[in-house]
């Protein structure tokens, strides 16, 4: 994947605005409709199971995200994911917390059988996730650590699911089960502000409007949002001005900052 | 209506407090209370029917918002806009995304009946609602584009409901089916800000708690929020800047900047 | 309490990265997680009655708030401050808007017989609770002003729920029934930006996770708090940037400016 291929992916967002619907949690909305606007995508958070059916199939891809999760957004979340697949619109699931309590892990399992073309998480929500799609295996998430072993997770989990799996963390990595890419834009103060991985969902359902091949738009995503979120890092004095900057800097993302500066490898 | 208007009921603002009862969506709590709050309001945001018409009737205003839009949201809306008009307590409506899915519309349609002071909305979303007050013309809302369509919709919504209606766009527009105001404050980056929309609907609540006429509330509140707009927007890096900056320049707002640039015609 | 103390505290903190559980309002999720990521804890927003007490017991403080209550919000607030006593998990209440109408009311007054270790609120907060206490005294809530009035009242009411009880205003007072601190940190313009009560809340669970006794945690956390929103206030030019400048302020605080700047006294 070329810095060429990653900027004429974000012009097209730019181009086309994509319609972006996100069923996702409530700390992060705002900031998740925000990183899509100043990224050139148009955001809509809709979310009552009363409508997600026709508003999906208005929308250019879908993005589940299940940080805050409640019985209800299951079912809007199940409706929505099963429509999507009707319409042929992508959706890219976020298993915030997959895991940590048998609610949150048996809703991200389920979620996953639905047919995401992409699925994003840290090491851990990947670790659980796969755990699950090999029962019987036996080997405890508690047990599994470092993004080596993520990584064969990942292979695993994408294999399984058929969804481009990315673990996110100080080197994010995408794999398809075969293809394994490697981003190593990013800034640790990031994970100082809260919901910034849920926005990296987002940014992918906005790529993956614009570009079938879910590897591709997946560390295409990563790559600008993280790239964006360097430029921000340089001129944040903390956490609440990197945020700000964030915003900034994914609005002025211009062709020569982003190919001299997007580190993809693989 | 003159600059000096404007200023006399911001004044009053900042000087009543007047408590703002907001049933808003998810995306934009936190931007319409701290708006409100800049301005100089007093906001709260309760939105359990077990306490709606309880709280709207220690408010000075109310604003109904239905951006994420659920169930339980459209009762406690009811419930509240029904007491606000026993009480006296005028309320205004924005109708988000009006129009996008039936069941988005129908809701948009029943509240709109209930009395509001203001609608507030884009120029489809004032379409839409305006098309079923006018049922059986059969002229759908994908036919009809521009603003001047739009006014001519928004006259006849506002002669049918007793609403002042407000079109917001790069030029903004009030009319309570007679009458018509321009404002030409405002600036094209706050497009890329979600949920600006939303606070100044949140803003017009303020401002209908210290001004009876509607138009003339309506006008004022949209010429402040567009004017404070343009101001974060000579200060702003991109949208993430823009925020702050709109934030601090409702607060800072003077007399002197106010009357020399509000911008109100009609 | 010496500046020394406090210091250790957040240093311990820092170090630690507590998992705070926080039930909060929709209005302050994303600043409260800010909050607390700034300040060097592991916040999460877990909130359905299907796996609160799951998530309760994973965590090293528990934060209750009833900003936008709801009625399921009730049942996972109750379920999760009974298994937090059962887990030995310190939790903290906000009872927004208590006093308010007759649910609300009900609600705060409910949730502060289940044990929590801290009650914090603004003068008229801690008056409506401490009414209840006192049942029969009959002295209307409205009758009651002024600072000392409510600290009157929040002496009865720590003896009464066992809780430590911080009234936060100009002054910040924190008592147990007996011993009364008092927090000079703080700045008027922090009351210009929505749910810094509440995000000192959550700061105050943060604490708790180190500090068994909640006096001292109550106290440190509102002079780090008051005393970050001092120093933002220096930097910023209105509320929009005070609340960027104060994540900043409780990333970097350090050592030297700490000990020198908290005003605690008693």
């Known amino acids: 994947m070329t810095a060429n291929q990653i900027w004429r992916l974000l012009a097209a967002i730019r181009e086309r605005q994509p319609l972006v619907h996100n069923i996702t949690n409530f700390v992060v909305m ?3 409709a925000n990183a899509l606007l100043a990224l050139g995508a148009s955001p809509a958070m809709v979310h009552s199971s009363d409508e997600v059916e026709d508003f999906v199939a208005l929308s250019q891809a879908l993005v589940i995200n299940i940080g805050t999760l ?3 957004q299951i079912a809007a979340s199940k409706l929505a994911a099963i429509r999507a697949k009707v319409a042929s619109v992508p959706w890219v699931f976020d298993p915030v917390g997959a895991g940590a309590t048998p609610y949150r892990q048996a809703t991200a399992v389920a979620l996953a059988r639905l047919g995401p073309r992409v699925i994003r998480g840290n090491g851990s929500e990947i670790l659980a996730l796969a755990q699950q799609a090999r029962a019987g295996q ?4 508690d047990s599994l650590h470092g993004s080596e072993a993520a990584l064969d997770a990942a292979r695993k989990l994408a294999k399984d699911s058929g969804a481009a799996i990315a673990i996110t963390g100080e080197v994010d990595y995408v794999t398809d089960g075969s293809r394994v890419v490697e981003i190593h834009n990013g800034h640790p103060l990031m ?3 809260t919901g910034l991985g849920c926005s990296a969902t987002a940014v992918i ?3 993956l ?5 879910a590897l591709a738009a997946t560390a295409a995503a990563l790559a600008t949002f993280g790239l964006a979120g360097e430029i921000a890092a340089e001129k944040a004095r903390g956490p609440g001005s ?3 900057e964030l915003l900034d800097a994914l609005y002025a993302l211009d062709e020569a900052t982003l190919t001299a500066r997007v580190r993809v490898t693989g």
Chains 1, 2, 3 share one sequence.
Not at 209 to 213: H, L, N, R
Request: glycine share 12%; charged share 20%.
């Open 205 to 207: 359902g906005a790529f």
């Open 70 to 72: 409640y019985s209800e």
């Open 209 to 213: 409007a614009v570009e079938p091949d």
């Open 242 to 244: 990197l945020q700000v």
């Open 30 to 32: 705002n900031n998740s």
């Open 138 to 141: 036996g080997r405890g998430v």
């Open 191 to 193: 994970t100082r502000v």
